[in-house]
């Protein structure tokens, strides 16, 4: 929402614009050449007396929706490219010559902000916004009409266009925010209850299961399965001295009787 605060500033730098002073073309010229030779208080001069050019141009978007301030804005980048490539050597003034780059510019911005979801990718899509946007097309099919779109894209763009954007701070009528409605991809609270609960389950079984095993097969069990390096039945074979078929074995052994008190 635009506040007043805002409105009185824009009011402000348009008064300021507006007092000044035209440039006579031959004077104009003379300030484009300096500004070619590295003048920047040329360049300043020459944009300052065009900024008024901008706000009659700006206007000419207000219906697109996008607060004039930032038209205005953009038009004034429009204005300054434009004044870093106009040649003093063509019968032209820069106002007329920054007509095009000033409309680009503004063209540009408000169809890329007319919509969060990204559309007007291509010259064929922002021509489509455009005559939606000002013929107030009622189908794809007048709208495929009015924009030169093929038909079969203008459906695919239709329902992006007809329903606009929504905000999710404004209220349903139901009283629930919209953000409230999105996915979560995180595990609701009663999920991660049930899942602490089985995993303390777990382990209490596995420590149960252990507990069943003599200490050296519970040795050779976290060498061999708990460890984040499991040892070889060579290796635990000489730390235990017994073989490695020995080895084997105990474990062979001491799986079976986890199994069976896991069963249980």
Same mark, same amino acid.
């Given at each position: 929402?635009?506040?007043?605060?805002?409105?009185?500033?824009?009011?402000?730098?348009?008064?300021?614009?507006?007092?000044? +002073?035209?440039?006579?073309?031959?004077?104009?010229?003379?300030?484009?050449?300096?500004?070619?030779?590295? +003048?920047?208080?040329?360049? +300043?001069?020459?944009?300052?007396?065009?900024?008024?050019? /901008? =706000?009659?141009?700006?206007?000419?978007?207000?219906?697109?929706?996008?607060?004039?301030?930032?038209?205005?804005?953009?038009?004034?980048?429009?204005?300054?490219?434009?004044?870093?490539?106009?040649?003093?050597?063509?019968?032209?003034?820069?106002?007329?010559?920054?007509?095009?780059?000033?409309? &680009?510019?503004?063209?540009?911005? /408000?169809?890329?902000?007319?919509?969060?979801?990204? @559309?007007?990718?291509?010259?064929?899509?922002?021509?489509?916004?455009?005559? =939606?946007?000002?013929?107030?097309? &009622?189908?794809?099919?007048?709208?495929?009409?009015?924009?030169?779109?093929?038909?079969?894209?203008?459906?695919?763009?239709?329902?992006?266009?007809?329903?606009?954007?929504?905000?999710?701070?404004?209220? @349903?009528?139901?009283?629930?925010?919209?953000?409230? @409605?999105?996915?979560?991809?995180?595990?609701?609270?009663?999920?991660?209850?049930?899942?602490?609960?089985?995993?303390?389950?777990?382990?209490?079984?596995?420590?149960? &299961?252990?507990?069943?095993?003599?200490?050296?097969?519970?040795?050779?069990?976290?060498?061999?399965?708990?460890? *984040?390096?499991?040892?070889?039945?060579?290796?635990?074979?000489?730390?235990?001295?017994?073989?490695?078929?020995?080895?084997?074995?105990?474990?062979?052994?001491?799986?079976?009787?986890?199994? *069976? &008190? @896991?069963?249980?």
């Amino acid at each position: 929402m635009r506040t007043q605060a805002g409105d009185s500033r824009l009011a402000n730098y348009r008064s300021r614009v507006a007092l000044g +002073d035209a440039l006579h073309p031959e004077e104009e010229r003379a300030l484009a050449i300096a500004w070619r030779r590295g +003048d920047r208080t040329a360049l +300043d001069r020459l944009i300052g007396a065009n900024l008024r050019h /901008v =706000f009659a141009i700006a206007q000419e978007y207000r219906r697109w929706g996008v607060p004039l301030d930032d038209l205005v804005q953009q038009g004034n980048i429009g204005l300054l490219k434009a004044a870093h490539h106009f040649d003093p050597a063509r019968e032209t003034t820069l106002r007329v010559y920054a007509g095009y780059w000033i409309r &680009a510019e503004i063209r540009d911005y /408000v169809v890329r902000g007319y919509r969060i979801v990204r @559309l007007g990718t291509t010259r064929t899509e922002r021509r489509a916004i455009r005559a =939606f946007r000002t013929t107030g097309a &009622a189908s794809p099919e007048e709208l495929a009409a009015n924009s030169g779109m093929p038909n079969e894209r203008c459906r695919m763009l239709w329902p992006l266009l007809a329903q606009g954007d929504r905000s999710l701070d404004a209220t @349903l009528p139901s009283g629930t925010l919209p953000h409230e @409605l999105l996915r979560d991809d995180l595990p609701d609270p009663e999920s991660v209850a049930l899942y602490n609960e089985s995993e303390c389950m777990n382990r209490k079984r596995v420590e149960h &299961a252990l507990c069943a095993l003599s200490e050296r097969e519970r040795r050779i069990v976290w060498r061999r399965m708990a460890a *984040d390096e499991p040892e070889t039945l060579a290796q635990l074979g000489k730390l235990l001295g017994v073989s490695r078929e020995r080895v084997r074995q105990l474990e062979q052994r001491a799986r079976q009787k986890m199994l *069976d &008190a @896991l069963s249980a």
